[in-house]
């Protein structure tokens, strides 16, 4: 696996969107068309020293302006905070991507949840959705009115759109959100951890679609034994010691791969695997993709039998 191709952008314009949230619209310095993309995906952006990852929210059918909302969290790692108080227009910064694991599958119909900051994939999904044609609803839950963005974009585009400010509704009714669910309707949902878990613990698996910000606390029984790894496109032979991640030991050898929250669930560390059965520890993919071993998240994943694995590294 190599690194992805970096690109230099603009910073555009910058929008307050709600309180707490900016816009940034990013455009190639000459104007160039930018690499294609679909709802759901994000950019890995390089701010203040970090990688993050920022959701695309404007409108694929733009070819020379990429649209991210930023949610300015003082508790943050930092990322949001140099947005906020750093990056200004005329500015440059190196992006990559557009990467996709929260793609819109085809469906007659959607339901749409949101809380938050969660909106800005949603919001161009909800997009997609009314262009196709297809019945869809939203229910947008976040602190207060001021707070949540996109509102008037959302209510410009035709769906049936619940607004819930915590502070005036509580939080969202997700039993009557799903009440009468069709067997067709494709569940989509993103926002800060409790609603993922609370969607999750009512909503059929088959029928959901979720995207993490942050990995969730999990207790793991796991074997964390020692393996090794054939990495069969660069030659090298990685000893992964119970305390490292195939990531850590790869970067240790030499290799370049590519990396950023190193917490399985941004997908930019996704490697073929090639031989071996992986113990998949990601917050990413899917129960099938999961179970299809055809790839895994070097960063937090191991090895799950047979302590080897050959990978496309």
Not at 65 to 73: C, K, P, T
Request: aromatic letters at 4%; proline letters at 6%; charged letters at 20%.
């Amino acid at each position: 696996m190599t690194s992805e191709p970096l690109l230099d952008l603009r910073v555009r314009r910058m929008t307050w969107e709600a309180e707490g949230v900016l816009s940034v619209e990013l455009a190639h310095p000459d104007g160039k068309p930018l690499p294609g993309w679909a709802p759901g995906a994000h950019l890995d952006i390089h701010v203040g020293g970090q990688i993050r990852q920022y959701s695309l929210c404007g409108d694929p059918r733009d070819p020379v302006v990429y649209r991210v909302g930023v949610l300015n969290e003082p508790a943050s790692r930092g990322g949001s905070r140099h947005v906020h108080t750093k990056l200004r227009p005329g500015q440059h910064v190196t992006v990559s991507g557009p990467r996709n694991h929260f793609a819109l599958e085809d469906a007659p119909s959607y339901l749409f949840v949101a809380g938050g900051i969660g909106i800005t994939p949603v919001l161009a999904m909800a997009r997609e959705a009314a262009r196709r044609g297809a019945e869809w609803r939203m229910v947008y839950g976040g602190r207060t009115r001021r707070s949540m963005a996109f509102t008037d974009e959302l209510n410009a585009l035709g769906g049936d759109v619940t607004v819930v400010p915590q502070d005036e509704l509580g939080h969202i009714d997700l039993a009557a959100a799903l009440a009468g669910l069709s067997g067709d309707t494709l569940v989509y949902c993103c926002g800060p951890e409790p609603l993922l878990a609370a969607v999750e613990a009512v909503c059929p698996a088959d029928r959901l679609r979720v995207e993490r910000f942050a990995a969730p606390v999990v207790e793991r029984g796991g074997d964390d034994a020692a393996f090794e790894v054939e990495c069969r496109t660069s030659g090298h032979t990685l000893s992964v010691g119970a305390g490292t991640s195939i990531l850590q030991a790869a970067e240790a050898a030499g290799l370049t791969v590519n990396s950023s929250c190193q917490e399985g669930i941004c997908g930019s560390c996704e490697t073929r695997v090639l031989e071996g059965t992986p113990d998949h520890r990601d917050f990413l993919l899917s129960e099938a993709e999961h179970a299809a071993n055809a790839s895994m998240m070097i960063c937090v994943s191991r090895c799950a039998s047979g302590r080897r694995l050959v990978l496309d590294l």
